[in-house]
């Protein structure tokens, strides 16, 4: 028998899929656990530190997408793979654009999948969406968009002033990961978006990730109560976001953790530019301004 030296974590809500994809990497040398959802997930991970976490996205209770950028906070992360029955281009560009090692949808030949993922644990890190001979940075993102967008928008966070900074600073608690719902309403949206002629003149990057929002006026003043936001998308000079109601005021600002760096935050100033209710949530986009 085959010694057991990689330990992974295999999360699914369906049982016949978690059983197949277990028996397959037992076969190949893994020492497999499973899990029924994201928060069970995140239990045995802490609990038993697994080289490989595989996990689908759309699991009740606790959305794949929300395991995976807690699993991406740790300072020594595991590698992830997801295995799922829907897969988005926008979605992959993002959990890839993280630090994810692999994006496989269903259905699949699990004994295929099985050397597939030894594989990719002997090399190491290995990402092959980032190209040849490139290794993945754990924790942040190597997508050189990515990083050009963050560039562009720290001048915006130089202008905003130190008394705002703190009142952001202060709601670290509304910084929690997205729902399930929203997610699944974003995911739903991004399939009706691909099909559509991108007219935006700058580069976007997704992201699917929380911010903080304050109201504020056009001289950076508080004017509302802090709140939870969802970012859409980002771009060096602009932003789409998702909340459950419109804003009070024209001005947005925000607070977000990097992609780059997930102990790293940013912040900037949004002038809102449209505001319009889409299915549950109002969407919110517009262009990051400074002040005069």
């Keep these: 028998m085959a010694e057991s030296i990689h330990r992974v974590l295999i999360v699914d809500d369906e049982p ?24 069970q997930a995140l239990k045995m991970y802490h609990e038993n530190r697994h080289d490989l976490v595989v996990t689908d996205l759309r699991m009740p209770k606790y959305h794949g997408h929300s395991l995976i950028l807690e699993l991406l906070k740790d300072n020594e992360p595991p590698g992830i793979v997801v295995l799922t029955g829907v897969a988005n281009s926008r979605l992959v560009k993002d959990l890839l654009g993280r630090g994810v090692q692999d994006i496989i949808e269903k259905p699949v030949d699990f004994n295929v999948f099985a050397t597939k993922m030894l594989t990719l644990v002997e090399r190491g890190n290995w990402n092959p969406a980032l190209g040849q001979g490139q290794k993945i940075q754990r924790g942040g993102s190597q997508n050189p968009m990515v990083h050009k967008v963050e560039s562009a928008l720290e001048l915006f966070g130089l202008c905003v002033p130190p008394e705002l900074d703190r009142e952001l600073s202060g709601h670290a608690d509304l910084l929690a990961d997205p729902s399930a719902n929203v997610l699944q309403f974003l995911e ?14 700058k580069a976007r990057i997704p992201v699917l990730s929380s911010a903080i929002a304050i109201p504020v006026n056009k001289d950076f003043e508080v004017r509302g109560e802090a709140t939870n936001v969802v970012f859409n998308d980002l771009s060096e000079g602009g932003a789409c976001l998702f909340h459950t109601r419109s804003f009070p005021t024209e001005y947005l600002a925000l607070r977000w953790r990097s992609l780059v760096s997930p102990k790293r935050y940013l912040k900037a100033v949004l002038q809102i530019a449209r505001s319009k209710p889409l299915g549950p949530f109002y969407e919110i986009a517009g262009q990051f301004v400074m002040r005069d």
């Design 188 to 201: 739903r949206l991004a399939l009706k978006k691909d099909l559509e002629p991108d007219r935006r003149k």
């Design 16 to 39: 016949l899929i978690r059983d197949a994809t277990a028996r397959a990497m037992g076969a190949q040398a893994f020492s497999c656990e499973t899990a029924i959802d994201g928060r």
